[in-house]
Structure formats: C-alpha cells, structure tokens
C-alpha cells in the first residue's frame, strides 16, 4: 500500500494512463478538463481525471501527473460552499506517511516553489462542469467501496454519512461546505441486513422469554 500522493507519468500515446492489469486495475471514469488543488496551491491548469479501481490519477495536457491510492484517500466530499472554497469541488483528505508527525504541517508541503508530494493531505478535484459533482461523488463512493481500509478496526465505527440525513452531518444545507461525505471503510448493505435479523431474533426471544414467565406464574394460581 501506498501512502500520500505521488508523481505519474505512466501515459500511453492516446494520452490514457498505463493501468495495473496484472492487480486487477481497470478505467471506471474519466472526466476531462478537470482541475486539480493541492493543499492550499493553486489550481493546476485543467487536466484529464481518470478514476480506476485502485487509484484517482489526474494528468495534465503537458503531460505532468499526479495518483494517489483510494487505500489512501481517508474522505471525499462535495464541497459546493463558495465561501470555503471559490469553486464547487469534489475534496478529498488523503493519509500519508509524515501524517503520523504531529509537527506535521499543510503549510510546510512546499519548499523553494516545490511541492512535497508526501505532505499534501488534502486535494480538491474541480470538474469544468459543476454539475458532474454528484456523479463524480457516486464514483469514488463505488471506487472507495472496491479499497476498503484495511486498519479499521469495525464497521460500526466508518459509517456512511450522507449530506441530508442524521444528526452528524456535516452540513445543513445552506452554508456549510460539505453536501455529502464519505468516510473509507464504511459499512455495506450486507451489514445492515445481518443487523436487521439480529435484531428480529433477539425480539423472538423476549417473546418466547415472556410467554414462559406467563405460563409459570398461570401455574403457580
């Protein structure tokens, strides 16, 4: 597993990156003229987005690149609050190694106009389009579910959070910068189905347990 961004140049004539077939790697979605913010930088000029099953690899027309491992990426959002950021986005938080530092810092990723790629941990994707957001969401969301976290611990604790329900969302709607989030490692349907029946059982025998105390304390007048 890779941790943190890192550079790529691996592009084929037609200008398509080389994939992993060897791990599995296909193309799941491109979006061109798409671009790309890392940590407080910039946005590099529009470049072409390619989402695979096992990483988000953005190149630009010069041919410069960057990837970054889903295994990597902690969190994706739709931010569309134009006072957080001026351009509605699609922001991800992405773990590194130098993440482990607590003097680890954002504003200390670049240095002599260079950016150090193993610092950045946080980068924002902005479509040319705002109304792909939410399809570029829905593409990570499947992309994440494909690399799920291996560390974590239970799938209670990485739920889905979704931007209009719950106490714990992380927007209302209105001025909040977060629509929709998506912490890795949440949980599937599979989950809940089993939650469900679980749950169904244990209420079958508080039934069963009530009928028995009620036959006894029959037998008992």
Partial sequence: MVLGLYPFADVA???APRLDADAGEELFRVERAAALALG??????????FLTTKRVIWVSEGGKGYAVDFIAVSLHAVS???????SPCIYTQIDTEAGSDEESDESDSETNGEIDLLKVTE??????DPDQLDGLFEAFSHCAELNPDPNAES?????????NEGEEDMTDGSDAEFSDVNPIGQTDDCDITHAVVE???NDQR???????????NGNGH
């Fill in 13 to 15: 004539a037609d200008g």
């Fill in 40 to 49: 407080p930088r910039a946005p590099e000029p529009p470049g072409t987005l």
């Fill in 80 to 86: 569309r609050d134009l006072e957080a950021y001026p």
């Fill in 123 to 128: 980068m924002r994707i902005v479509p040319s």
């Fill in 155 to 163: 799938d209670e604790e990485n739920g889905w959070v979704h931007g």
């Fill in 199 to 201: 749950l169904q059982i």
């Fill in 206 to 216: 508080f039934q069963d347990a009530e009928e028995a105390d009620k036959e006894r």
